[in-house]
Every structure is written in structure tokens, then in C-alpha cells.
């Protein structure tokens, strides 16, 4: 009963039965300049098969992508079964293809890619179908240019025009005032506004994570100038950092840290992903808030008022 055990083994060792079946739709295959269109790669498989769909293709052609990669789970526990959806564009007219690498196959001993076949769209342009007809314009008749003081006059005009449109909003700015922007009010509507538009359940929850850290990141660049936009993510948490963030600078990071694996790497996230991310977004910008009130209230107990002395 020895040479069962290299029997078993070999068994082992061997990939699981059934070679995954890849089935790609492009919706819809016409489509006119500057239209989306949508590409769904769906791979069937035993339980347990490791697969990666292809990563969203960072081009500038005339297809290019537009969304993050959104990864729709059907698998039970004897069936693999997901489908990767892509969004694109196309910009010039004509059959175009569709830049999407292979489906790669996670085996014991090696990787296979599984190819999804040459995708193409039929772009149409938005001129008329046909503008060889067309007969131009005739050539308008010459015309003597109008004398030198009428082109001084009209500038002259436009001049006073603008100057006295500046006086009246000068003006009522004195006499009324203008309130400013409250930025927690703004952060809060801007939150509420994310909300609305129900993203997760759209099929969109990439773009809810986005979404969320922007509100934050907006509140927090106008509580903290010096993080300016144009910084990358460690770069931005450190200028908080360094310019008396209340919190902890991990929990910033956190948010902006998600978003960004969704808007770099495609990280695919579901409902109580962006539902953590939603919590951490909105944390931050009120315990930021709070410490910005107490600090606000502090200053102004600290002054006090004017032309008191405190008895001895």
C-alpha cells in the first residue's frame, strides 16, 4: 500500500479540475464620439480558482477609460462566478479596439493568461452622414472698416461700463456686507450631497469612496491652507501634521489612503467599505471642527472685554 502515498501526492499537486470559462459583452457595440460604453468580463470557474481580471488601462488614445474597475461577486461554494465591469470612451470615429489585457489564471505551478479576444466598437461622428453636397456661403461683399474714433468710442464705452459695474459692486459690498463661506456647513451638504446620489447602489461604489474623501479633504485644505491640493497623500497628512492638526494624522490618511487605491490601483470595495470610509471622512471634519470651535472660543474668553481691569 506504499505507492499510494506519490499517488496522492501527484493528485495534490495537480490544478483543480475544469478550465475557467471567460465570456466578454461590449454594450453597445455602436456608439457615437465622446458616448460611453460599457465592457463586462465574466469568468466562471470551480470554487477556490484564483483569478485577476486585466487592470484598467491607463491610455490616451482614442478609446480611453473613465471609471475605476467595478468587480461584481456571484461565486457560491461550489462555483466561481464574477464579472469585471469597464467603462470607456471613444474619440475618433471608426471601428476602434478596445485596449483590455487578458484574464490571468492563478494555477499551482504557473499563471495562464486567458484572453478575451480582439474587443472593438463602431464609433460614429457626430457631423453629417454626408458634406460633400453642401454648397459654402457666398463671399460677402466688401465693405469700407469703420473710421478709427468709432473703434476708440466703443472701447471708451466698454471701459466706463466695466468701471461703474465695479463702483456698484464695491458699493453694495460696503453697505450689506458679505457673509462668509462657512466651510463645516459646506463639508456637511457636501457629505449629504454624496449621499443623495446613492452610489453604491448604482453600482458605482469606487466613486462613493472618491467622493467622501474629497468632501474631507476640501474642509481640511480650508481649515489648514498650507496642504495645499497639489500634494500627494503622505505629503498633504504631513502638512497637517506640521501645522497642529487636532487628530491623529492616521485617521486623515486612512480615508485618503482607500480613495487612493481606488484611483491608482482599481481597488475594487464594497457597501461596508465605503460605508467605513463614509464614518472615517466624517469623523475627521467634526472632531477637526470641535477643536476649531473650542480654539475659536478660547481666544475670545482670553481677550476679554475692553477697558476692565480685573480688581487685585
Same mark, same amino acid.
Given at each position: 500500500?506504499?505507492?499510494?502515498?506519490?499517488? !496522492?501526492?501527484?493528485?495534490?499537486?495537480q490544478?483543480?479540475?475544469?478550465?475557467?470559462? /471567460?465570456?466578454?459583452?461590449?454594450?453597445?457595440?455602436?456608439?457615437?464620439?465622446?458616448?460611453?460604453?460599457?465592457?463586462r468580463?465574466?469568468?466562471?470557474?470551480?470554487?477556490?480558482?484564483?483569478?485577476?481580471f486585466?487592470?484598467?488601462?491607463d491610455s490616451a488614445?482614442?478609446?480611453?477609460?473613465?471609471?475605476?474597475?467595478?468587480?461584481?461577486?456571484r461565486?457560491?461554494s461550489e462555483? $466561481?462566478?464574477?464579472?469585471?465591469? +469597464?467603462?470607456?470612451?471613444?474619440?475618433?470615429?471608426?471601428r476602434?479596439?478596445?485596449?483590455?489585457?487578458?484574464?490571468?489564471?492563478?494555477? /499551482?505551478?504557473?499563471?495562464?493568461?486567458?484572453? /478575451?479576444?480582439?474587443?472593438?466598437?463602431?464609433?460614429t461622428?457626430?457631423?453629417?452622414?454626408d458634406?460633400?453636397?453642401?454648397?459654402?456661403?457666398?463671399?460677402?461683399?466688401?465693405?469700407?472698416?469703420?473710421?478709427a474714433?468709432?473703434?476708440? *468710442?466703443?472701447?471708451?464705452a466698454?471701459?466706463l461700463?466695466?468701471?461703474?459695474?465695479?463702483?456698484?459692486?464695491?458699493? %453694495?459690498?460696503?453697505?450689506?456686507?458679505?457673509?462668509p463661506?462657512? *466651510?463645516?456647513?459646506?463639508?456637511?451638504a457636501?457629505? !449629504?450631497?454624496?449621499?443623495?446620489? !446613492?452610489?453604491?447602489? *448604482?453600482?458605482e461604489?469606487?466613486?462613493?469612496?472618491? !467622493? +467622501?474623501?474629497?468632501?474631507?479633504?476640501?474642509?481640511?485644505?480650508?481649515?489648514?491652507?498650507?496642504?495645499?491640493?497639489?500634494?500627494?497623500?503622505?505629503? +498633504?497628512?504631513?502638512?497637517?501634521?506640521?501645522?497642529?492638526?487636532?487628530?491623529?494624522?492616521?485617521?486623515?490618511?486612512?480615508?485618503?489612503?482607500?480613495?487612493?487605491? /481606488?484611483? $491608482?490601483?482599481?481597488?475594487?470595495?464594497?457597501?461596508?467599505?465605503?460605508?467605513?470610509?463614509?464614518?472615517?471622512?466624517?469623523?475627521?471634519?467634526?472632531?477637526?471642527?470641535?477643536? +476649531?470651535?473650542?480654539?475659536?472660543?478660547?481666544?475670545? %474668553?482670553?481677550?476679554?472685554?475692553r477697558?476692565?481691569?480685573?480688581k487685585?
Open positions: 500500500m506504499h505507492w499510494l502515498v506519490p499517488v !496522492a501526492l501527484l493528485l495534490a499537486l490544478d483543480p479540475p475544469g478550465r475557467p470559462v /471567460v465570456s466578454v459583452d461590449v454594450l453597445p457595440l455602436t456608439v457615437a464620439v465622446g458616448e460611453p460604453f460599457t465592457v468580463v465574466r469568468v466562471r470557474a470551480a470554487a477556490g480558482t484564483l483569478i485577476r486585466p487592470a484598467v488601462p488614445g482614442s478609446v480611453e477609460a473613465v471609471d475605476p474597475r467595478a468587480i461584481e461577486d461565486s457560491t462555483v $466561481f462566478d464574477q464579472t469585471a465591469t +469597464y467603462r470607456f470612451i471613444a474619440w475618433e470615429p471608426g476602434r479596439e478596445v485596449p483590455l489585457g487578458d484574464v490571468r489564471w492563478t494555477r /499551482v505551478r504557473d499563471t495562464e493568461a486567458l484572453a /478575451v479576444g480582439r474587443l472593438s466598437v463602431e464609433v461622428s457626430l457631423l453629417p452622414a458634406t460633400a453636397a453642401h454648397m459654402p456661403r457666398a463671399a460677402r461683399a466688401p465693405f469700407d472698416p469703420a473710421p474714433w468709432w473703434r476708440w *468710442a466703443l472701447g471708451a466698454g471701459v461700463v466695466i468701471a461703474w459695474m465695479s463702483w456698484r459692486a464695491w458699493r %453694495k459690498r460696503r453697505t450689506t456686507g458679505t457673509a463661506l462657512d *466651510a463645516f456647513a459646506d463639508a456637511q457636501g457629505f !449629504a450631497a454624496v449621499d443623495a446620489l !446613492a452610489l453604491v447602489e *448604482a453600482g461604489p469606487g466613486r462613493a469612496v472618491l !467622493a +467622501y474623501a474629497e468632501v474631507m479633504r476640501a474642509y481640511l485644505t480650508r481649515r489648514f491652507p498650507q496642504a495645499t491640493d497639489g500634494l500627494i497623500t503622505p505629503e +498633504y497628512v504631513m502638512a497637517l501634521a506640521d501645522n497642529a492638526l487636532p487628530i491623529l494624522p492616521e485617521e486623515v490618511a486612512e480615508v485618503l489612503e482607500a480613495a487612493d487605491a /481606488v484611483k $491608482f490601483a482599481g481597488a475594487a470595495v464594497d457597501a461596508e467599505r465605503v460605508a467605513h470610509v463614509a464614518r472615517g471622512a466624517r469623523g475627521v471634519v467634526r472632531d477637526v471642527q470641535v477643536a +476649531y470651535e473650542a480654539r475659536l472660543a478660547a481666544a475670545d %474668553k482670553g481677550k476679554g472685554p477697558g476692565r481691569r480685573r487685585s
